[in-house]
């Protein structure tokens, strides 16, 4: 079963904007990681953030987590055509093991 | 440093038939696991290996099975194929220990008909 949702579903921007997407979970996690997916291709692993931390960076990514609310984002600044793909969170819940739990995903779509 | 690597990338089977996938993780990570991606129930764990020994089991049937091996390669088995099987399976490699990131192989596409 899902985890939980992300938001929104779809997402279609000009190439250079940025790009919000939203995840919200269930249950206490140890971390919550964000993946790319083109085309029904394997899955890229573009970050993981801990429960005990609130925002991280990477390159043109920032990820924030607020616990208290079961929520993270993920920004992608300045936009490009090759960040077209799906991008799912995925939580690693306390006491579950190295399972992770996915989100419906969010497919994203950059245009020139 | 290779990547997580997955055989055979794509599959067509007869239902009724059985199907090994094989994964090899990346060199020094003792955890394999193994997802299902289908357009209907999006990806779903199947179970998680660490050591040669299961660690986690996700709830599917027991048609599917796994295994590892001493040199942490990973293969998932599913017996007596469905076409609701036809997916991509997805293996993940990580160091092993609780709260590290997971890596993703290609994934092979299993088509049941």
């Known amino acids: 079963s899902q985890q939980g949702e992300e938001d929104p579903q779809a997402l279609s921007i000009q190439e250079g904007e940025n790009a919000t997407m939203n995840c919200s979970y269930k249950?206490?996690?140890?971390?919550l990681q964000w993946y790319r997916q083109n085309s029904g291709r394997g899955l890229v692993h573009l970050i993981l953030i801990r429960s005990n931390e609130r925002e991280k960076h990477s390159g043109r990514l920032r990820v924030t987590l607020d616990t208290s609310k079961k929520s993270s984002s993920l920004l992608i600044t300045a936009s490009r055509a090759a960040d077209t793909a799906s991008y799912f969170c995925a939580t690693d819940a306390k006491g579950g093991g190295n399972k992770l739990t996915f989100g419906t995903g969010t497919q994203l779509k950059v245009e020139l | 440093k290779a990547g997580v690597t997955q055989t055979p990338r794509y599959l067509i089977k007869t239902r009724g038939q059985q199907v090994t996938l094989s994964c090899s993780p990346i060199?020094?990570?003792?955890?394999v696991s193994w997802y299902q991606q289908t357009p209907g129930q999006g990806l779903q764990f199947l179970f998680e290996y660490f050591s040669e020994t299961q660690r986690n089991k996700g709830n599917f049937p027991g048609r599917f099975s796994g295994r590892q091996f001493s040199n942490s390669r990973s293969e998932m088995n599913v017996s007596t194929l469905e076409l609701g099987d036809s997916a991509l399976y997805l293996c993940?490699?990580?160091?092993?220990?609780?709260?590290?990131?997971?890596?993703f192989g290609q994934g092979t596409r299993l088509t049941v008909v």
């Open positions: 993940a490699s990580s160091q092993g220990g609780y709260d590290t990131e997971a890596f």
């Open positions: 249950t206490s996690i140890n971390n």
């Open positions: 060199s020094g990570h003792r955890s």
